[in-house]
């Protein structure tokens, strides 16, 4: 099954149990290329990343990437304004289903910490419970705001602090907000 939320409407998943392994290798990328950070030090980050994909640009201005990973296929995308990256996009999948980003899910959590580092990992777990509006979780991290996808495909958006009010705003206001 080929992934790409690019074209697909994110609110319309399909129900499924994920059987996931993450296996516990010492590969974790620095967590050095974040929401309001300069794209170009994204793109070079994810370039020189053991485990993320090649980013290409898509025609929209956002940067996408699918890799083989773990037995699975991994997603990234970013969205920048202004040469600032705004989002990131995190989707994981093995046979044909897809993780669903949770606070308590050890796989899901390997993973940020295997992307990012134990940092963003721990920022994701915790982080306090904002709202949620239709299939979209949201959450205020120290470091960073999360909205996380409790159908699948199972998104994990990561964004800035300052942009959590709007994103959820958006959310409320259309339904077709969280589509890329």
């Not at 993780?99 to 295997?114: C, G, N, Q, S, Y």
């Not at 959450?139 to 300052?162: H, N, Q, S």
Request: aromatic share 10%; proline share 5%.
């Amino acid at each position: 099954m080929e992934l790409s939320h690019s074209t697909k409407k994110l609110g319309l998943p399909q129900k499924g149990a994920i059987a996931l392994l993450i296996f516990a290798f010492n590969l974790t990328g620095t967590a050095n290329a974040l929401p309001g950070q300069p794209i170009k030090r994204e793109l070079q980050w994810a370039q020189n990343h053991p485990i993320l994909p090649k980013l290409t640009e898509d025609g929209y201005g956002r940067y996408n990437g699918i890799t083989s990973f773990e037995g699975g296929q991994l997603e990234f995308t970013i969205s920048p304004s202004d040469g600032l990256v705004e989002k990131e996009w995190l989707l994981y999948s093995h046979d044909n289903q897809y993780l669903i980003f949770t606070k308590t899910d050890p796989k899901a959590l390997r993973l940020l910490e295997r992307i990012y580092d134990r940092t963003i990992a721990d920022d994701f777990r915790n982080s306090q419970y904002v709202t949620q509006v239709g299939s979209q979780k949201f959450y205020k991290g120290r470091k960073f705001a999360y909205i996380a996808d409790t159908e699948e495909p199972g998104v994990l958006t990561l964004t800035r602090l300052e942009d959590l009010a709007g994103e959820i705003r958006c959310q409320q206001t259309n339904p077709n907000c969280g589509e890329l």
